[in-house]
């Protein structure tokens, strides 16, 4: 018999109890709860301050409602902040830290929509799912699809609906959309702002064809505010208006280059307004209209919705619910976490607190803004930036972000709002940094975080643990150590070589990963080391084998390094494939390989044949076509 079998077989009471949930929360009167979400926009609103946006629906709501000012997702791009979402983990406990790669989670792991069914709540989604590990709608929803509403619901049972809408995607501001869009009146024929008139922020280069992009993209965002309307109009019409709490938020920062994807407000900090029907007002943190500053997360959203619901939040979620009957103190930080996005790997952590952000860069021989495939297919402004860049006519503002990272980054939020000035280096913010530093250090340790293991260890350490969780978890995971040598890689200092030489010798395979990264960080500066290089370029593992390979061909020719590079392009395991072919670019964009051996060691790689599209091909054909 399945669940709603039973239910109706024995009465909701009988199988709350039976399922273990809070009975009093059942039995008591309850908000229905709707998320209104909107994809890939930062808080390009009226109501927020922007002064591009027209955004009528949504400035009505913010300014009868509660407009939070230091919300983020935990994560700048969809999959890994949904993950985060979903199960109210940190995505980088879980090992879901990496966009698309659908990691398996334990399965005594329970998604807020499964504890709210359970709690005779009715909960739909339409649709997007999009999370980082395998799923069953059936598990997580009553109803997942297209035709999802909470006008499904039996009767009596209150909601809790999520509506999502594409239209703020940044795939929605291609030529081809643009013009379909204009062809069927649902945005002007030109854009609504003047070019002229648009602001734009201090790291773009100022030209007549990226002020265009930026005012196209604000039609883009009228109209989901339009949706945004007619949601609001419908869930009035249904008679339910008065008895719903209303979430608004973006899925994460914004759909214009250096939003999604990247670490700083532009890619993290969102916007969320909560309004609350004058039944539930007393349930608000300020009053309607008014700012809250508290700092909250992704991961306190289903914790909150749970509290709101009168469920107790489970022990394992990371969030912290900021509303209702299990509300908590409220949270110094917010922790930011990315790793791979599509085909580039780039490892960041972050704190946020309401004044101050603290970045640690893992991956400082990278650029900010790596050439991923799809945004600059779907961007013109992501490439028009680029030439700018390349042509040599941009700022230092502007070109700072295609160029590689320090280790560390420090901003004073309301000084820097666009986090141009890096104060991690000053003597006077020394102290600041050095905080900041430490609750980083103690996050990553705490919540052992996961996103240290490189992605092709991913494979094996599951089949011996059975998830990347249940491995983080255990003693075996060193995170500390690991963490430590993290940190001193990333600060690219040669005085302190003598730690990668010791960790070069470590049992722990991850540690030597690191060790490898961190003279492959410090490139030419390590070569006093080479000899350290060339035994981790025999380690037993891939993983540590590919950054000691393109470390000594930084130094120069080497051609056991190259056969190492082309092994690894042509083994099984993908995520190897990938590492590999992303060692070979950046030696060709760079200067340490020409276009024709770049290829040779690419070429006739195995093809992915399921888990998403071969992200190998798409850096082959770019080095094909540069």
């Keep these: ?209 990226i002020r265009y992009n930026v005012a196209v993209y604000y039609d883009n965002m009228t109209l989901m505010d339009k949706w945004i309307g007619d949601k609001l109009e419908e869930l009035k019409k249904s008679g339910e208006a008065e008895n719903t709490i209303i979430f608004y938020y973006g899925d994460h920062g914004g759909a214009l280059p250096r939003g999604k994807r990247n670490i700083h407000d532009s890619g993290t900090r969102v916007p969320f307004i909560v309004y609350f029907p004058e039944k539930w007002k007393h349930l608000a943190p300020v009053k309607p209209g008014q700012w809250c500053e508290d700092v909250v997360t992704f991961a306190d959203f289903p914790a909150t919705v749970l509290s709101l619901a009168g469920v107790k939040p489970p022990e394992n979620y990371d969030g912290r619910a900021f509303l209702g009957k299990y509300k908590q103190p409220k949270r110094e930080y917010a922790y930011l976490y990315r790793n791979r996005m599509d085909e580039r790997y780039d490892a960041v952590r972050a704190v946020r607190t309401e004044k101050w952000r603290y970045v640690r860069n893992y991956t400082p021989h990278r650029p900010w803004g790596q050439q991923y495939g799809y945004p600059f297919r779907v961007q013109n402004i992501m490439g028009l930036w680029y030439e700018e860049y390349k042509q040599g006519r941009c700022s230092w503002e502007e070109a700072r972000y295609w160029q590689k990272k320090p280790g560390k980054e420090l901003y004073f939020i309301p000084d820097d709002p666009h986090e141009m000035n890096n104060l991690a280096y000053s003597v006077e913010n020394a102290s600041k940094q050095r905080e900041l530093e430490e609750k980083l250090k103690n996050e990553i340790v705490k919540t052992r975080d996961a996103g240290f293991i490189p992605e092709g260890m991913f494979e094996k350490i599951a089949e011996k643990y059975g998830t990347i969780y249940d491995f983080a978890q255990s003693k075996d995971y060193q995170i500390q150590r690991i963490a430590e040598i993290a940190k001193i890689a990333s600060d690219g200092d040669p005085e302190k070589m003598a730690v990668f030489e010791m960790a070069a010798g470590a049992k722990c395979p991850i540690i030597r990963y690191w060790a490898a990264t961190g003279y492959l960080i410090l490139g030419r500066k390590a070569r006093p080391h080479i000899q350290t290089i060339q035994k981790l370029l025999k380690d037993e593992k891939l993983d540590v084998q590919i950054p000691a390979a393109e470390t000594l061909l930084r130094f120069g020719g080497h051609s056991q390094a190259e056969q190492v590079l082309k092994d690894a392009c042509h083994t099984k395991n993908h995520y190897h494939r990938l590492a590999a072919a992303n060692s070979v670019q950046m030696l060709f964009l760079e200067g340490f390989m020409d276009k024709a051996k770049a290829l040779s060691l690419i070429q006739n790689f195995p093809k992915r044949k399921s888990g998403g599209p071969d992200l190998v091909n798409i850096i082959y054909s770019q080095i094909e076509s540069a």
């Design 1 to 209: 018999m399945n669940r709603r079998h039973f239910v109706k077989s024995c009465g909701l009471g009988t199988f709350l109890a039976a399922s273990g949930v809070n009975l009093f929360a059942a039995e008591q009167e309850r908000p229905n709860i709707l998320w209104l979400t909107s994809e890939d926009n930062s808080p390009y609103l009226g109501c927020y301050g922007d002064e591009n946006a027209k955004t009528p629906n949504l400035d009505k709501l913010g300014f009868n409602g509660v407009r939070f000012k230091n919300a983020f997702a935990n994560a700048p791009v969809c999959s890994v902040a949904r993950s985060t979402l979903i199960t109210g983990m940190y995505a980088s406990s879980l090992g879901l830290q990496n966009h698309r790669s659908s990691v398996e989670i334990p399965k005594g792991l329970k998604t807020y929509g499964e504890l709210l069914q359970q709690a005779g709540y009715y909960c739909t989604n339409k649709k997007k799912t999009d999370y980082n590990f395998p799923w069953n709608d059936r598990d997580i929803w009553d109803e997942c699809s297209w035709n999802a509403h909470y006008k499904n619901r039996p009767a009596g049972n209150p909601f809790m609906a999520v509506f999502n809408t594409t239209i703020s995607h940044e795939g929605q501001i291609t030529d081809s959309r643009v013009k379909q869009r204009r062809d069927k009146g649902l945005i002007p024929k030109t854009p609504r702002l003047s070019p002229s008139e648009v602001k734009l922020p201090p790291y773009y280069p100022d030209t007549k064809e």
